[in-house]
T-cell receptor, first 113, second 114 residues
Framework: DGGITQSPKYLFRKEGQNVTLSCEQN?????MYWYRQDPGQGLRLIYY???????QKGDIAEGYSVSREKKESFPLTVTSAQKNPTAFYLC????????????FGPGTRLLVL | DAKTTQPPSMDCAEGRAANLPCNHS???????VYWYRQIHSQGPQYIIH???NNETNEMASLIITEDRKSSTLILPHATLRDTAVYYC???????????????FGKGTHLIIQP
């Protein structure tokens, strides 16, 4: 069963702690993306990766870090430097091609206590 | 990426066609028009995309005007499960320099009425 998985669905963090959100895909897609969504707002791009061992900052990368050691995996770490981390985090991937449709995972909701 | 303008909300009766407009007057020749939707607390779902020609798939139809400055997403027989926020996005593909993510605005909240 192909698709994008994100875990966990809900994540609680104490203020000042780092936390890592998982994103895995078995679609053999080259490109992967992380977005953040705040209530009532659209999605904003945090980081993206077009190929293994390479990634680029998006519009709101401060306070976040990523790695892309495997094609299937693109974990996002929310660091203590992110001042307002409570949000809905969405991972996406896209196949190569001229239009590059993106396919999204179910999301992880992060709550800072 | 070109900017898009969508109405914040729309209502449609169940069983009727839902027509969602999008203006993208600054679209470039190499930019595609994408439509996604997001049901509450879920990840966005790809619906359809097009460049110049009208497109149809099992979910919807996309009508793009000849000058490409606007488009309409048509859900032919709306059901209650189509209630969601619908996003219209314009973006160049990788070959056109669009290597980064999609730019999501606030979209249109479509409410299907029983």
């Amino acid at each position: 069963d192909g698709g994008i998985t994100q875990s966990p669905k809900y994540l609680f963090r104490k203020e000042g702690q780092n936390v890592t959100l998982s994103c895995e895909q078995n679609l053999n897609h080259d490109a992967m993306y992380w977005y953040r969504q705040d209530p009532g707002q659209g999605l904003r791009l945090i980081y993206y990766s077009q190929i293994v061992n390479d990634f680029q900052k998006g519009d709101i990368a401060e306070g976040y870090s990523v790695s892309r050691e495997k094609k299937e995996s693109f974990p996002l770490t929310v660091t203590s430097a992110q001042k307002n981390p409570t949000a809905f985090y969405l991972c996406a991937s896209s196949p190569p091609g001229p239009s590059e449709t993106q396919y999204f995972g179910p999301g992880t909701r992060l709550l800072v206590l | 990426d070109a900017k898009t303008t969508q109405p914040p909300s729309m209502d449609c009766a169940e069983g009727r066609a839902a027509n969602l407009p999008c203006n993208h007057s600054t679209i470039s020749g190499n930019e595609y028009v994408y439509w996604y939707r997001q049901i509450h607390s879920q990840g966005p779902q790809y619906i359809i995309h097009g460049l110049k020609n009208n497109e149809t798939n099992e979910m919807a139809s996309l009508i793009i005007t000849e000058d490409r400055k606007s488009s309409t997403l048509i859900l032919p027989h709306a059901t209650l499960r189509d209630t969601a926020v619908y996003y219209c996005i314009v973006r160049a593909g990788l070959r056109g320099g669009g290597a980064d993510g999609l730019t999501f605005g606030k979209g249109t909240h479509l409410i299907i009425q029983p």
